[in-house]
């Protein structure tokens, strides 16, 4: 896969009320519009590759870091984070597209995604990718994501420590993160020391929590989601299950099914030319062109 960004490439801080949000632009001319949501912990870098590769293809491909992650500003810190917050981001996000937007979004950035596309009409999404995200999930993978998100509040010496660390939690991965890799996923404190680039308000508040009550509301919106969908799923993940797949399949009967058979639930990063490979064949399936916005139309 060529690596070299396409041109034009943009980088801008979007506001989103009382604070700003980092948002990248490939090919901004270019049709039909993707709109790249991460999952929890992460930051708009995990798209990169494939948002790169499909803006080549000729497609607008737009990724951001969600609020308190990577460059985007953090809540001062009386108030919190809430998954409402996170949902308004991604409409007014999706809003701001020439066309409504096919949503890629990944676990928090998935989930985020069937909220909206299910509960408001009409859809602010023209086609959802779903990335190892179904609106019940196997707890104990996410709890395993959380331990590793908590497990060094003191950061590390160095990038060594860092990529030690990362090492010992994907170890599907056959490549170490170098220090280049890892620069934009890390800061570095007063004290010298690297700490990860999320807001460990995050972590330390109601919003994990408020992602188990989410559940019901997550299931009665897929339920109503009324556009293309497609799941892609990592045959190794212990996020999703056979379980979980099916049952949102019931719930989406209109929703088609992919599994990277030795992909884990961090999908884009274990098979990434894959992922993109399904990402492309599944947005040049969509045939029916998007219809451009109207001036002054409501999301």
């Not at 992650?69 to 984070?81: F, I, K, L, N």
């Not at 009324?226 to 996020?239: F, H, I, K, Q, T």
Request: glycine share 8%.
């Amino acid at each position: 896969m060529v690596s070299q960004i396409p041109k034009p490439h943009t980088v801008e801080r979007v506001a989103m009320g009382d604070l700003r949000l980092a948002v990248e632009t490939w090919n901004p001319q270019g049709a039909p519009s993707l709109l790249f949501a991460h999952g929890f912990g992460q930051t708009r870098g995990a798209w990169k590759a494939s948002a790169a590769a499909l803006a080549r293809g000729g497609c607008r491909c737009v990724t951001f870091d969600a609020r308190g992650h990577g460059e985007s500003d953090r809540v001062v810190a009386t108030a919190g984070y809430h998954m409402d917050q996170f949902a308004d981001d991604l409409l007014q996000l999706a809003a701001a597209q020439p066309q409504p937007p096919i949503l890629v979004g990944a676990s928090m950035g998935g989930l985020l995604g069937i909220v909206l596309a299910g509960e408001r009409r009409p859809s602010p999404f023209r086609a959802l990718v779903l990335v190892d995200i179904t609106p019940r999930w196997e707890t104990a993978g996410v709890q395993r994501i959380l331990a590793f998100m908590q497990a060094h509040p003191d950061g590390f010496a160095n990038y060594a420590d860092a990529a030690e660390q990362v090492a010992a939690y994907l170890p599907q991965r056959r490549e170490r993160k170098s220090a280049e890799q890892l620069r934009p996923l890390l800061r570095e404190g007063t004290d010298g020391r690297l700490r990860w680039h999320w807001d460990p308000a995050l972590l330390a508040g109601d919003l994990v929590q408020e992602s188990e009550r989410y559940q019901p509301r997550l299931l009665a919106a897929a339920a109503k989601i009324d556009v293309p969908v497609l799941l892609l799923s990592g045959g190794r993940s212990d996020v999703v299950s056979r379980g979980t797949v099916d049952e949102f399949l019931q719930l989406v009967p209109q929703a088609r099914h992919v599994e990277l058979t030795h992909a884990t639930h961090m999908v884009a990063g274990d098979a990434n030319d894959a992922f993109t490979h399904e990402v492309i064949h599944y947005v040049r399936s969509l045939e029916t062109p998007a219809t451009p916005r109207t001036a002054g139309a409501a999301p």
